[in-house]
């Protein structure tokens, strides 16, 4: 019997290496690369209480994981990741039960639809999340992968340096993150909450130095050796520093320091509607591989059920 308990920080190294172990057993219909597991526990719920919304699904007796699940992203929305032998059946269908009611609960007042995501050739997720009052709205990422061959040049303009990141860059790039993406990050809440939890390696993170020490890009890349696939999250650039050629810098050397590790493809994600990432993406060699459709279900129906 798996049941849920509250993540430990403690517990990232072993659930990477768990769902490295599933992908590479089925496939990625289902996961997302590991990598996506930091990124979505610290940096999408920098400030929240972890412990009350992540869980690992484990056996009481064996001490195996069947599954983790994560709430609340982005306010509204949850991922559920189950072992392979268990998809479709009533364990899957109580994580996802779980996942949604926790978000649920947790919830703003003004959000109308709890969230949840799913790679589109995954039929048994579709199933499950009908069955359970899901619907499908929206196409949301375009999910894209290249060989790590055949590598574009390291361009870097004048005056930029283009190294790996270090704990003394933390409030340079908590900076360059908020004029990127419109966030709230400080340097402590940076260095505290991401770089120095499990998971996460300074060296990983790639950046792009002005001349005047402003960050003007960055990546984080991230490692399956398990299955030889690296991932890039996130992508950003200030907006001071755009249109001059500093993303495609990083990633490019980024891909050089993968494609050294003996890994053989990478992949990125962007909203299908983000129209410049897509651009960027498709110059550096990579095509699109699959999407993931958004579902929702409303929140005052899950008020009802319970």
């Known amino acids: 019997m798996f049941r849920p308990r509250p993540f430990l920080h403690s517990d990232m190294p072993r659930l990477q290496e768990t769902v490295a172990e599933w992908i590479a057993t089925a496939g990625r219909d289902a996961y997302d690369h590991v990598g996506e597991l930091p990124h979505r526990v610290y940096d999408n719920l920098r400030g929240l209480p972890v412990g009350d919304l992540v869980h690992v699904w484990e056996d009481e007796h064996a001490g195996r994981i069947g599954g983790v699940t994560i709430c609340l992203r982005f306010g509204a929305a949850f991922d559920a990741f189950c072992a392979p ?11 996802l039960t779980f996942a949604a009611d926790t978000t649920t609960r947790h919830m703003e007042d003004d959000e109308e639809y709890v969230l ?24 949301w990422d375009d999910v894209n992968t290249r060989d790590l061959t055949d590598l574009p040049p390291v361009v870097v303009p004048e005056g930029f340096t283009v190294r790996p990141a270090t704990l003394d860059d933390a409030e340079a790039l908590a900076e360059s993150r908020n004029a990127s993406f419109a966030s709230d990050w400080t340097g402590a809440v940076y260095r ?23 960050i003007g890009a960055y990546t984080v890349y991230w490692v399956d050796e398990r299955n030889g696939l690296g991932h890039f999250e996130p992508v950003g650039t200030h907006e001071a520093f755009r ?4 993303a495609r810098a990083v990633m490019a050397e980024s891909m050089r320091r993968m494609a050294e590790l003996g890994l053989r493809r990478v992949t990125v994600n962007h909203e299908a509607e983000n129209l410049p990432a897509a651009k960027l993406y498709g110059a550096l060699g990579f095509t699109r591989e699959c999407r993931t459709h958004g579902y929702r279900r409303a929140k005052a129906q899950d008020s009802m059920s319970r």
Not at 119 to 133: A, I, K, P, Q, S
Not at 243 to 246: M, Q, V
């Open 243 to 246: 249109r001059l050629g500093l």
């Open 85 to 95: 032998e268990l998809r479709g059946t009533d364990t899957e269908r109580a994580m």
């Open 116 to 139: 949840t995501d799913l790679f589109e050739t995954d039929t048994t997720r579709g199933r499950l999340l009908n069955e359970l009052g899901f619907a499908f709205f929206r196409v």
């Open 192 to 214: 505290d909450g991401v770089m120095t939890r499990p998971g996460y390696d300074p060296a990983r993170e790639i950046l792009a130095e002005a001349p005047d020490g402003r």
